[in-house]
């Protein structure tokens, strides 16, 4: 069956849900969800979002700086300029659309200060901040008469020229996307949806690593669907790993306990109760997070430990409490009282800073395709993101992505003779435990040689390995009826391989990317 649409949204986190609300006055929009709308990365947000308020003693200069060096001089200073230039009209959107941010009794925004920030500019509500955002994004979403909400349906491929028999490749200049196969995972049945505007806001790659704070979800569909049609796609290197995620084994995906923690005051320990950090940077706790994760994973490697602790029985228990509920809640239900005990933590894959290359405008390298939030690289990161830099970059390139859509969309039409889903000689996949198996592989592999510390001979070997399963997968998905799940096991692979290829291709140790063979340079 055909399906059109004016915009296909392919996500549904705040960067596909912000962009749906902006471009819904103007055409029908499909929102494909692949399970309900609240599983998206932004509803674990838990610190806040970044912008210039409160212009006494902050400024965008500062901000842009603090992001430069955060992303260690890789970033696209035109994307931080249009980031932080761009912040608080965004927020202002934001709270039109019912998101409460917390403000002190005077009525100002409740800054917080997180890692890198010169200045207390974090926007939050209490430690939840990213379900609070979507939360109020999806009640405006369900208001709205011209969008329709398509939760469980899964996008399999992007459509081009390939579909029309025309060879595609990395060099074809013209390359355009007109709309997507999509699975409707009630009845396995996959419809052909065009439009005259595709945007992919898929999120992020958590899952393909063992540990993730990620939900899992996080598969990197989108960046594998545009990376097989031939798109750009660029610093996939750049994998962040959150320090502190808590330790509590077999929880996937790990909880986040925010950087908020630090900046209020945390001190990392080893299990004997000693303070570490200052052995690894002067802004001890408060390091930026490539710093904090490496520092506590060499701790962690030298003394042969699985965890470190996070300390906050110094502070005053009341504050702590008000301050991060939802983190005190969890680890009490756990036996653990942060008002007196220490947290256990310790590092999870938590945000891939690069992605499908685009422009200011989020218009990605295959015309009438956009990509915004986790799955795009903006170059507003570079080699490291800034904390809570992310939740601001999706609406704003969101609102770039429906400012320049809506400029063309007239000149736009569908691409009718696109033909359906083909499935012919395939059958249905018996045995589950071949793709079960094959993610638990991807993720010991990725965890094991691509983490946060690599080596040529780490990389070298995950290549090996991985090779072995993209041709196994893509024979079995060959053979077999398309499912959600060989379609996410294609795409993890597919993700995999960008990231190795991409850290072999940099020979050097920057931001989040660091190789024994390449050790930094000491600072001068």
Known sequence: MVHKFDFLVIGSGIAGMSFALKVAEKGKVALICKTGLEEANTYFA????????NLIVDNFDKHIEDTMIAGD????????EKVVRNAPRQ???????????DKDEKGNFDLHREGGHSEFRILHHKDNTGAEIQDSLINAIHQHPNISVLENHFAIEILTQHHLGKTVTRQTPDIEC????????????????LSKVTLMATGGIGSVYQTTTNPLVATG???AMVYRAKGTVKDMEFVQFHPTALYHPGDRPSFLITEAMRGYGGVLRTLDGKEFMQKYDKRLSLAPRDIVARAIKNEMDTRGEDHVYLDVTHKNPEETKRHFPNIYEKCLSLGIDITKDYIPVAPAAHYLCGGIQVDLDARSSIHRLYAVGECSCT????GNRLASNSLIEAVVYADAAAQHSLSILDSLGYQEDIPEWNDEGTRSLEEMILITQSIKEVGEIMSTYVGIVRSDLRLKRAWDRLDILYEETEDLFKRSVASKEICELRNMINVGYLIMRQAMERKESRGLHYTLDYPPKPAD
């Open 46 to 53: 838990q610190g806040g979002v970044a912008s210039v308020t």
């Open 379 to 382: 170059g507003l990161h570079g």
């Open 73 to 80: 001089w890789l970033s696209d200073r035109a994307a931080v």
């Open 91 to 101: 927020i202002k959107e934001l709270i039109s659309w019912g998101v409460d941010f």
């Open 221 to 223: 569909d989108g960046i």
């Open 178 to 193: 007109y709309g997507a196969y999509i699975m409707n995972l009630k009845t396995g049945k996959i419809d052909t949806y």
